[in-house]
């Protein structure tokens, strides 16, 4: 019973069109992110939420947006797509207290934009 | 601005053999220090942590990682690496704004294979 979800796992989308990945978990975390992570490179923070109805910025935010209707869902939003968001995309979530620093990956989404 | 380097992009080990992957940060404070691997086509999954004391902390499957304040690293060890230890791991350092929130910085990650 995997506690972040992903969907879909793999997507093609059309330049200028609009596309949302969805994530899901049931750590019962308050925080979630949405990280991108490019060939050969790490992953970068796009957007997080610390709390339903609210986003905040990451290191990369621009041509992204993100909506956080219940704790539990986080969705990731590309209203134009560009070929340059080609890419995998991850979404995480962490918890409170003592380890709230470590942070629970799912499965990714691979992105293809053409 | 927080950074984390890992200076090696692949590392070929032979199975059986140890193991060292290098992780360096940048940070004016001792942030969390984390080493995730990644297998082929999944996400990221949790193989050790530290947070303060012990500099040598215990992860899964046999990994350690040694903290040096001085050094401002992270390595990553195994005594005898498995075929199935071939993924690309990744060092990351957790930047806190607050005692609640976590901003993880990633390093490039290192591509391990393990040949016969």
């Known amino acids: 019973e995997a506690a972040v979800t992903q969907s879909p796992r793999s997507k093609v989308a059309v330049t200028g069109g609009k596309v949302t990945l969805s994530c899901h978990q049931t750590?019962?975390?308050?925080?979630m992110y949405w990280y991108r992570q490019d060939t050969g490179h790490g992953l970068r923070l796009i957007h997080y939420?610390?709390?339903?109805?609210?986003?905040e910025k990451g290191d990369i935010p621009d041509g992204y947006k993100a909506s956080r209707p219940s704790q539990e869902n986080f969705s990731l939003i590309l209203e134009l797509a560009s070929l340059s968001q080609t890419a995998v995309y991850f979404c995480?979530?962490?918890?409170?207290?003592?380890?709230?620093?470590?942070?629970?990956f799912g499965p990714g989404t691979r992105l293809t934009v053409l | 601005a927080q950074s984390v380097t890992q200076p090696d992009a692949r590392v070929t080990v032979s199975e059986g053999a140890s193991l060292q992957l290098r992780c360096k940060y940048s940070?004016?404070?001792?942030?969390?220090l984390f080493w995730y691997v990644q297998y082929p086509r999944q996400g990221l999954q949790l193989l050790l942590k530290?947070?303060?004391?012990?500099?040598v902390v215990q992860g899964v499957n046999g990994f350690e990682a040694e903290f040096s304040k001085s050094n401002s690293s992270f390595h990553l060890r195994k005594a005898s690496v498995h075929w199935s230890d071939s993924a690309v791991y990744f060092c990351?350092?957790?930047?806190?704004?607050?005692?609640?929130?976590?901003?993880?910085?990633f390093g490039q990650g290192t591509s391990l294979s393990v040949v016969p």
């Open positions: 995480a979530s962490s918890g409170s207290g003592v380890n709230y620093a470590e942070q629970f």
């Open positions: 750590n019962n975390h308050d925080y």
């Open positions: 939420s610390y709390v339903a109805d609210s986003t």
């Open positions: 940070s004016s404070v001792t942030p969390y």
């Open positions: 530290y947070y303060s004391g012990d500099p």
């Open positions: 990351a350092v957790s930047i806190g704004a607050s005692s609640s929130f976590s901003k993880l910085v």
